[in-house]
């Protein structure tokens, strides 16, 4: 269902999943925070790729069941 409601605004669903974890890594970074490791599973592991290679805060990042590609 949102990944139609993203295609109606021409954005993609996995785009925004990755746009939403780098304001929370933003969030933490105000907060004082200097490395976050990052936890992926399943699908979950290529928003946490993207958002790992894009944001200066990962330390370090774990992929459980990653999806070959």
Same mark, same amino acid.
């Given at each position: 269902m949102y990944a139609n409601h993203g295609l109606m605004l %021409?954005? %993609?669903y996995r785009g925004r999943r990755v746009?939403? +974890?780098l304001r929370v890594l933003? +969030?933490?970074q105000a907060h004082g925070y200097r490395q976050i490791h990052l936890v992926g599973r !399943? +699908? !979950?592991s290529i @928003? /946490? %790729?993207f &958002? &790992? &290679?894009l944001h200066p805060l990962v330390a370090? /990042? @774990?992929l459980h069941n &990653? +999806?070959?590609y």
């Open positions: %021409s954005e %993609s746009h939403d +974890l933003d +969030l933490f !399943g +699908l !979950g @928003t /946490v %790729s &958002a &790992a &290679a370090q /990042v @774990t &990653a +999806l070959p």
